[in-house]
């Protein structure tokens, strides 16, 4: 099965800095990509979907995806300890939503 | 209404047993899934109904047998289930077709417990 790739973190930012998370994908032929947040103990929610090379901007959020390189990334702009969360990379592959393992983002007051 | 709606929230069960879990729906969404999620793992895709016909069963065990009633219902039936099963069951909904197909709207969850 193709892979989506993350690092698993934990990743620590300090309140009001810019996260960065990442994420890379085998299949080429993916076409669209998500980003799901997961509070512990919660069901994933979405939060940003992207489907063409370049970023999507909502509110706080960016979304980057680099077709060529097979990369896609979340960027989370003055980062509040709410956003502190397990943020899930998924790509659509052939009818079928393939999750990464997880990127576990802590953000200190 | 935007709910993905699971029952039970909780569930203990043996391994003689024979139960369901429900997940209801009524965002007029025409694809409906299940996915398995165990502790610091991502949620692992059990079962996809489109237009309440079975179309994704990934080499699921039979003893989770999936069951599309109508467009707004998805059951999923337990029956000698093994303590590895234990983890929490999640059921979502999208849009069909194209791109769409990946922006999921998941309940809360049913947490499993097989003794």
């Known amino acids: 099965q193709k892979e989506v790739e993350q690092n698993s973190g934990p990743l620590s930012v300090p309140e009001g800095a810019i996260a960065s998370l990442n994420c890379t994908y085998s299949?080429?032929?993916?076409?669209?990509f998500f980003w799901y947040r997961q509070y512990s103990g919660k069901s994933p929610e979405l939060i940003m979907s992207?489907?063409?090379?370049g970023d999507k901007e909502d509110g706080r959020f960016t979304a980057q995806l680099n077709k060529a390189s097979q990369y896609v990334s979340l960027l989370i702009r003055d980062s509040q300890p709410s956003d502190s969360a397990t943020y899930l990379c998924a790509a659509n592959q052939g009818g079928k939503l393939i999750f990464g393992q997880g990127t576990e983002l802590s953000v200190k007051p | 209404d935007t709910e993905v709606t699971q029952t039970p929230k909780h569930l203990v069960m043996g391994m003689t047993n024979k139960k369901s879990l429900k997940c209801e729906q009524h965002m007029g969404h025409r694809a409906m899934y299940w996915y398995k999620q165990k502790a610091k793992k991502p949620p692992e895709l059990m079962f996809v109904y489109s237009y309440e016909k079975l179309s994704i069963n990934e080499s699921v065990p039979s003893r989770f047998s999936p069951e599309c009633p109508n467009s707004s219902l998805l059951n999923l039936h337990l029956h000698a289930l093994q303590p590895e099963d234990s983890a929490l069951y999640l059921c979502?909904?999208?849009?069909?077709?194209?791109?769409?197909?990946?922006?999921?709207?998941f309940g809360e969850g049913s947490r499993l417990t097989v003794l």
């Open positions: 992207i489907y063409s090379n």
């Open positions: 979502a909904s999208s849009p069909l077709g194209g791109a769409n197909t990946g922006e999921l709207f």
């Open positions: 299949d080429r032929g993916s076409q669209s």
